[in-house]
Every structure is written in C-alpha cells, then in structure tokens.
C-alpha cells in the first residue's frame, strides 16, 4: 500500500482480556517497527523486526506483550490479561533497511476500561 | 541511557511569527538526530534530520543545526502559517548497531492562529 496501516484506529477492551493489533507495513519494507505513546509522551520503542525475526524485542514492557511477523510482511502485537495502564496509542513504522528514517502509521487508540 | 528534553507547550504564535522549539539531549556516542510532525489525525512525519555535529536539516521552512557542544537540536522556522499547527517531537538514534532504535521527547503542541 502507499502507506502502513494500523487497524483497528480505535479499540476498547475490558481489563483481562485479549487484543490483537494488526500493523501492514509499506510493500517490500523489510524493517518493522513498534511504539508505544502514553498520553502526553513520546512514542517509545517496543520491537524490531528484519524481515520474519524479531531483531530486538527489548522494548516490551512484559510478558504479556508479543509481536509476530510470520511472513515478514503483515505484523499483529498482542497483549493478554490488558490492564488499565496498557491504555495508550500503538504505532507501527517500517523503512526498506535498518535505520531510523522510516515510515509511520497512524496507529492503534487502545483504551482498557 | 539516552534521553531527550524538548520546551513544554503549548505554543501559541500568530500566523508569520518567527518559530523556536528547544531541544536538548543526552546520548553516549555520536546520535543523529531529528525532527518529527504529527498534524491532527495523521501519523508521525519526518521533518528533518542531521546526522553529525554542525550539520543543518532542512525542509518546508524548517532549520535545525546538531550542535555537539550544547547538545542541542532546536528547531526554527522565520514565519509560521496556520497549517504548521501540529505536535512537534525531537528524536535521537541510537548509535552503532542499534541505530534503529528512536528516543523521543515528550513533543510540542504549536498552535498558529490567523
């Protein structure tokens, strides 16, 4: 496509459950990446993808987030048992190479009530 | 670890006004450093960039020059317009093998009115 695509925009979910967030990079992008924006911050860096592997994953805050690229294309963060302070925006870039020069999207509103 | 700090907004500046953000960092080895805009609605947008000291980056108007010494990347423009209304975020990459990775400031609401 002629951008990333995030989707859903906006997701609301009841503390405990289960989300799926799906991220389409730019065709042919091999880097993919994930941040997280709290209300009133920074985006901050979660994982890194180069092509199907998770490169760095220092980024995730626990082990209740995790991030899959099986075809290194289409990338989907997960997060299980979601708590109230997940509640934040969900970016997700690419670029065609490593390097900070890449491409966001307009990323994922998560509100867990 | 790395960090940056950039000037609490709001900004509020009437259209043709002269712009500067403050932004300042700490970071081991040599980062590059950028700019990024987000208009309303929209997704993060690279702005400009520089990737030594005493470079300028440059675009729509926009300047910013890396300055080692005071570990500094302010960005100015001479004469605002109203559709420079947006979040402003300063960043840095990490240097050497992880240079992928992106610390950002809090970011900057500018607001220009007619």
């Known amino acids: 496509g002629a951008g990333v695509s995030q989707t859903p925009s906006n997701k609301v979910t009841e503390k405990g459950k289960y989300v799926e967030l799906r991220c389409d990079p730019i065709?042919?992008?091999?880097?993919l990446y994930w941040y997280r924006q709290s209300l009133g911050q920074g985006p901050e860096f979660l994982i890194y993808?180069?092509?199907?592997?998770?490169?760095?994953d220092s980024g995730l805050p626990n082990d209740r987030f995790f991030a899959v690229r099986p075809e290194g294309s289409v990338s989907t963060l997960k997060i299980q048992r979601t708590e109230r302070g997940d509640s934040a925006v969900y970016l997700c870039?690419?670029?065609?190479?490593?390097?900070?020069?890449?491409?966001f999207g307009s990323g994922t509103r998560l509100t867990v009530v | 670890g790395n960090s940056v700090t950039q000037m609490e907004g709001p900004v509020t500046l009437s259209e043709e006004a002269f712009l500067t953000i403050n932004c300042t960092y700490t970071a081991t080895g040599y980062p590059s450093l950028f700019w990024y805009v987000q208009y309303p609605g929209e997704g993060l947008q690279l702005l400009l960039k520089a990737t030594k000291a005493d470079d300028k980056g440059s675009n729509k108007g926009f300047e910013a020059t890396y300055r080692k010494e005071t570990t500094s990347f302010h960005l100015e423009k001479g004469s605002v317009q109203v559709s420079d209304s947006a979040v402003y975020f300063c960043a840095l990459s990490d240097s050497g093998g992880s240079n992928y990775k992106l610390t950002f400031g809090k970011g900057t609401l500018l607001t220009v009115n007619p």
């Open positions: 065709s042919g992008h091999t880097a």
């Open positions: 993808f180069q092509g199907t592997g998770a490169a760095d």
């Open positions: 870039a690419s670029s065609s190479g490593q390097g900070p020069g890449y491409t």
